[in-house]
């Protein structure tokens, strides 16, 4: 099953050569999650119910002392032993078996629910801290870009091409950068412990990310027919089979019970007499039959089971329209992150036309620099935007990946 998982999640990881690896992150994190473990030891438990009612009813038991001796032709009785046993009807252990046997197979699929949140979140939290890796370096860059820039404009004002006020908006514009970068080290912190904490490992744990992801030529195609094989809508199936099996137990417990029994009684010798069979003990087999003649009880049973099965059906179909409506969301939302990062990028390349218009007009002695802070600002928006797409598209991945991965 975990190799399925992991192989599940190839697409989402090419390009990670130099990084540590997301499939690493992910196979710890199933092997060390608190979440999985808690569900693995539910299933261990439901299982070990087989053994539980794969027995008949206790064995009885029962001795008895004559306080007043009753007389017989021959001899007093002085006490009695007594034993029974009840059997189930036929199949009836069988049917128990079979029931709890469902419920275990509906349980072990919330195993499998959690091992896909747990690739999906520990996948999200992933891009999140190269999304914002990228983010970092993106402000470094136009930190040293605007330091440039102060440089030109002390230049500027030296031979009073600029004033002392364009300087000022320069360093003005480089501390809200720093502070944005100094913002986002704090984000990346709180995110490395989500990551963290996934893994059930301390939250000061370095993790190494790449600084920049690139949105792939072509999308992997989206198979809707799998989302029918999603583990939560499998489990509705399971339950509506251990109803069935309920069911059936139901029918078997309403037939009788059979018991079988024998009773011992220990008799005294008459004194002073011989004949024949003088203090014979006496030795009684017995059969017992329990029958339900008043039946209400399991014929309710049964009209609940049909209830429920009907209830399954309904949760069942309510899901798939949930499912299906955040996997059509998701489609839309990386297609949409594609649209947007094409956007951006023709927009940044525009913009660096801009700031190479905007240079070359530096050596002519005619630059603006209020023009330049608005193409700067401009190129920054743009590198952004075009970080956040690529990450919305790798976050909408996970989510369809989650929904039809087989």
């Keep these: 099953m975990k190799k399925m998982i992991l192989t599940g999640i ?20 199933l092997g060390n999650s608190p979440e999985i473990q808690k569900f693995e030891l539910q299933y261990s438990i439901v299982s070990e119910k087989v053994n539980e009612i794969n027995t008949v009813p206790n064995t009885e038991l029962g001795v008895g002392y004559f306080v007043s001796e009753p007389e017989t032709r021959t001899g007093a009785q002085r006490f009695k032993v007594s034993a029974k046993q009840m059997i189930p009807w036929f199949g009836s252990i069988t049917a128990r078996e079979n029931y709890v046997s469902t419920l275990a197979d509906a349980k072990y699929e919330d195993v499998v629910v959690a091992k896909r949140k747990i690739i999906a979140a520990v996948s999200q939290s992933y891009y999140n801290l190269c999304a914002n890796r990228a983010k ?8 040293e870009l605007l330091e440039s820039y102060e440089t030109m404009a002390l230049t500027s004002v030296e031979v009073s091409k600029a004033s002392a006020v364009d300087v000022l908006r320069l360093q003005m514009r480089q501390n809200e950068l720093v502070q944005l970068k100094e913002i986002l080290a704090q984000q990346y912190l709180a995110e490395r412990t989500t990551l963290n ?3 059930n490992r ?7 990310v790449v600084d920049e992801l690139t949105i792939p030529s072509e999308s992997t195609l989206v198979d809707v027919e799998n989302l029918s094989l999603h583990p939560e809508l499998i489990k509705y199936d399971k339950l509506y089979q251990s109803v069935e099996q309920s069911e ?3 029918q078997k417990e309403s037939l009788p019970i059979i018991g079988f029994g024998l009773d011992y009684v220990y008799v005294d010798k008459r004194p002073n007499m011989e004949f024949n069979d003088n203090g014979k003990d006496i030795v009684m087999p017995m059969v017992a039959v329990s029958i339900p003649i008043f039946n209400k009880k399991y014929k309710s049973q049964t009209k609940q089971n049909e209830l429920q099965q009907q209830e399954l059906m309904a949760q069942k179909q309510q899901r798939l329209n949930k499912l299906e409506t955040v ?3 998701a489609v839309k939302d990386r297609t ?11 927009n940044l390349r525009q913009a660096n036309d801009a700031e190479e218009i905007l240079i070359k007009s530096y050596e002519t002695g005619t630059i603006d620099f209020n023009d330049v802070l608005d193409i700067q600002e401009l190129q920054l928006k743009f590198q952004m935007n075009q970080i956040e797409s ?8 996970t989510i369809i990946n989650y929904l039809t991965r087989q």
């Design 10 to 29: 190839g697409f989402l990881t090419f390009g990670f050569s130099n990084a540590q690896q997301l499939e690493t992150l992910i196979e710890e994190a």
């Design 136 to 143: 970092q370096k993106v402000l470094v860059q136009n930190i």
């Design 197 to 199: 904490k996934l893994l």
């Design 202 to 208: 301390d939250k000061d744990v370095v993790v190494n």
């Design 248 to 250: 059936l137990l139901n």
């Design 327 to 329: 996997l059509d969301k």
């Design 336 to 346: 949409t992150a594609r649209i947007s990062y094409g956007t951006q990028s023709k």
């Design 390 to 397: 690529v990450k919305t598209y790798y976050v909408q991945s």
